[in-house]
């Protein structure tokens, strides 16, 4: 999943890139408002982690233009403002949670994990057929055999995974698993799904759909 972090401090963010990349996100960084406000123009992300005093503007303001979007971004509000009267103001505006500085890590990634859970039915484990992943572990299984996945083939195979029987483009999943660094010319998608197939072990589980992308066969 693709992650927009809105912070102005430096230290902070390279802690929380640092983290997020090694738990499996891809993660792009805004580190003032109107930077945050094109990325957010351009890019289509699945949670997004928003401090409320930035340069150039304020998280209130871009917490109402997410949710005007109406693209189904998570929200979560990450600030050293702790009076109740802030926390009441940043849910009523459209955040999802809302946590207060400072905070331990393994907490806002649980935060994370709690609100994308959301869109797979509010449990962290998924399975297709004998697929499984646990999200809150980052464990893989096919068959009860365990899996060791690099964090890319972890986010393709996570991503198909919560959309069985659907063709996946490379361009989305391009969008969702990798940051804005990526060239959008690369052949990343195709080597890192050939790699997945290898690891998988299992001939047309995931199926590439010609000129249109990939899918992840469902159970018979």
């Keep these: 999943m693709r992650l927009l972090v809105v912070e102005d401090e430096e230290d902070l963010v390279d802690a929380l890139r ?3 990349v090694r738990a499996g996100y891809a993660v792009d960084v805004a580190f003032d408002a109107p930077v945050a406000h094109e990325k957010l123009q351009v ?8 401090d409320l005093n930035l340069p150039g503007g304020d ?10 979007a109406g693209k189904g ?19 009523d505006e459209g955040a999802d949670d809302y946590l207060v500085k400072p905070f331990a890590f393994p907490e806002l990634l649980a935060r994370v994990r709690a609100l994308l859970r959301r869109d797979t039915g509010g449990t962290s484990v998924l399975e297709v057929g004998e697929l499984r992943i646990d999200t809150a572990r980052m464990e893989v299984s096919l068959a009860g055999r365990a899996l060791a996945l690099t964090p890319k083939e972890y986010g393709v195979l996570h991503y198909l995974m919560t959309r069985p029987g659907h063709v996946v483009s490379s361009e989305e999943l391009l969008e969702h698993v990798w940051d804005e660094h990526t060239d959008p010319f690369t052949n990343t998608v195709r080597v890192t799904v050939g790699n997945l197939r290898r690891k998988l072990q299992e001939d047309g589980l995931i199926e590439t759909v010609i000129s249109k992308g990939y899918r992840l066969k469902e159970p018979a």
């Design 18 to 20: 640092v983290g997020l």
């Design 43 to 50: 890019n289509t992300y699945d949670l997004v982690l928003l």
């Design 59 to 68: 998280g209130f303001q871009l917490c109402r233009e997410i949710r005007a």
């Design 73 to 91: 971004m998570r929200v979560i509000m990450v600030t050293a403002r702790d009076r109740l009267d802030d926390r009441v103001r940043g849910l």
